[in-house]
């Protein structure tokens, strides 16, 4: 059996969660948070991050390498592009999602608003919260770009959208949305990424345990 390790609302853990239903394999999820001392997950991801995943073949730690390894072993549908350049942008989008958006939406945001303040009733870094939405349209504007050239939300979802997209999940958590009027092809992006079954099953689970 394929087992996910993660917290549900971990922006890493729900991008190889979309990426396993995309490709309709069936996988059990543990809900352990980062650096929870459970023996399994410590052994799979030593730095105590979540995701860590195991399947009959191998076990693994990081959200990315995991994807990689489910695209080789699992092709079709492929979420990466067979043509060089298209590859190797969704890998590029991929990691600007990892990267710049989680430190801007998850980390400045989420992370503060949320984590922080509800979940663990510890006081918000507001002026943080304040940088990082000051960042947000910069990168809403540059995915806006993305969505002009073709090299995000074309016509064949990859691991680049998943990326992107659910990262402003957290955002969306955190009580924050893109400004439409600002950003229309982004908003219609996420509009139509996150309605996908692949996410929106994540998504109704995630909002019962963000209730609870």
Request: hydrophobic residues 45%.
């Amino acid at each position: 059996m394929t087992v996910v390790f993660g917290a549900p609302i971990s922006p890493f853990v729900r991008k190889v969660r979309v990426a396993l239903a995309e490709k309709n394999i069936p996988y059990e999820l543990n809900p352990v948070f980062p650096g929870s001392d459970d023996p399994e997950f410590r052994a799979l991801s030593p730095f105590g991050k979540v995701p860590a995943f195991r399947d009959e073949h191998i076990g693994l730690a990081d959200s990315s390498v995991i994807c990689a390894y489910i695209e080789k072993r699992y092709p079709t549908p492929a979420l990466l592009p067979a043509d060089p350049a298209a590859y190797a942008t969704a890998l590029w989008l991929e990691e600007y999602a990892d990267s710049k958006l989680f430190e801007v939406l998850t980390a400045g945001v989420f992370f503060e608003r949320i984590v922080k303040g509800k979940l663990r009733g510890l006081p918000v870094d507001e002026a943080k919260v304040a940088a990082a939405l000051h960042e947000l349209p910069a990168v809403c504007g540059y995915l806006e770009q993305q969505i002009s050239t073709g090299a995000l939300g074309g016509n064949t979802l990859t691991l680049g959208d998943i990326a992107v997209a659910t990262q402003f999940v957290n955002l969306q958590y955190a009580g924050e949305q893109v400004d439409a009027a600002a950003f229309p092809k982004l908003t219609q992006f996420l509009a139509r990424t996150l309605a996908r079954p692949s996410f929106a099953d994540c998504l109704t689970q995630e909002r019962t345990l963000m209730q609870g």
